[in-house]
T-cell receptor, first 112, second 111 residues
Framework: QKEVEQNSGPLSVPEGAIASLNCTYSDRGSQSFFWYRQYSGKSPELIMFIYSNGDKEDGRFTAQLNKASQYVSLLIRDSQPSDSATYLCAVNWGTGFQKLVFGTGTRLLVSP | DGGITQSPKYLFRKEGQNVTLSCEQNLNHDAMYWYRQDPGQGLRLIYYSQIVNDFQKGDIAEGYSVSREKKESFPLTVTSAQKNPTAFYLC??????????FGDGTRLSIL
C-alpha cells in the first residue's frame, strides 16, 4: 500500500515568517513529487513539482526532496495571509503513466 | 481560453438515480482523470484515461462508470450502486509528463 503522510495541522505562522510543510512517503520507487494548494471550497492548484534530490525554488516557494529519507517539503518564505490554505502533497510512483497518490493535506494559517 | 470545464458546479442525486458529471478540456491533453475528495481527506482516484476509447479503474471505481469517446471529454456517471456519493468530484488532465491540472470541481449531494 503506497502511502503519503502529512500532518493535518493547522500550522500557524505570523505574516512574514517562513512556513515549512512536510510530507513523507512509503515507497522508495516514487519518482516525482507535487505540491498543490487548495483554498477552502476550491479545486487544487499546482504550486511546485520536483523530480530530483535537492532544492527547487520558484519565487517565495522552495521544494526540497530527499529520496534517501523519503520526504519532500515545501518552504514558503515571507508568508502572507493569502497563503492560508490546505497544501496537498502528491507522489507519483514508477516511470510509467502518471498516477498520483495524495496526502490528506496540511492546513496553513498565516496571521496578519 | 484554454482550460478544464466541469459542470454542473452543484448536483443533487435522488435515491436510486444515476447522475453524470461532465468534464471537458480544450488543452488537447491525452490523459484525463477523475478524483473524489471527502471532507478532511486527500484526493482518491476513481478512473483515468490515457487515450481515446481507453480507460482504467483507479482505487475506488466501484459504483462509478466513465467513457472516453472524444479526446476532449471524459464524463463520469455516479450510479445508484454508489451508496455514499456525497463528495467533491475533481477532473484533471495532463499533457505528456507534465503535472496534472484540475477543473473547478462538482459538488454532489444526496436529496
Amino acid at each position: 500500500q503506497k502511502e503519503v503522510e502529512q500532518n493535518s495541522g493547522p500550522l500557524s505562522v505570523p505574516e512574514g515568517a517562513i512556513a515549512s510543510l512536510n510530507c513523507t512517503y512509503s515507497d522508495r520507487g516514487s519518482q516525482s513529487f507535487f505540491w498543490y494548494r487548495q483554498y477552502s471550497g476550491k479545486s487544487p492548484e499546482l504550486i511546485m513539482f520536483i523530480y530530483s534530490n535537492g532544492d527547487k525554488e520558484d519565487g517565495r516557494f522552495t521544494a526540497q526532496l530527499n529520496k534517501a529519507s523519503q520526504y519532500v517539503s515545501l518552504l514558503i518564505r515571507d508568508s502572507q495571509p493569502s497563503d492560508s490554505a490546505t497544501y496537498l502533497c502528491a507522489v507519483n510512483w514508477g516511470t510509467g503513466f502518471q498516477k498520483l497518490v495524495f496526502g490528506t493535506g496540511t492546513r496553513l494559517l498565516v496571521s496578519p | 481560453d484554454g482550460g478544464i470545464t466541469q459542470s454542473p458546479k452543484y448536483l443533487f442525486r435522488k435515491e436510486g438515480q444515476n447522475v453524470t458529471l461532465s468534464c471537458e478540456q480544450n488543452l488537447n491533453h491525452d490523459a484525463m482523470y477523475w478524483y473524489r475528495q471527502d471532507p478532511g481527506q486527500g484526493l482518491r482516484l476513481i478512473y483515468y484515461s490515457q487515450i481515446v476509447n481507453d480507460f482504467q479503474k483507479g482505487d475506488i471505481a466501484e459504483g462509478y462508470s466513465v467513457s472516453r469517446e472524444k479526446k476532449e471529454s471524459f464524463p463520469l456517471t455516479v450510479t445508484s450502486a454508489q451508496k455514499n456519493p456525497t463528495a467533491f468530484y475533481l477532473c484533471a488532465s495532463r499533457d505528456g509528463m507534465q503535472p496534472q491540472h484540475f477543473g473547478d470541481g462538482t459538488r454532489l449531494s444526496i436529496l
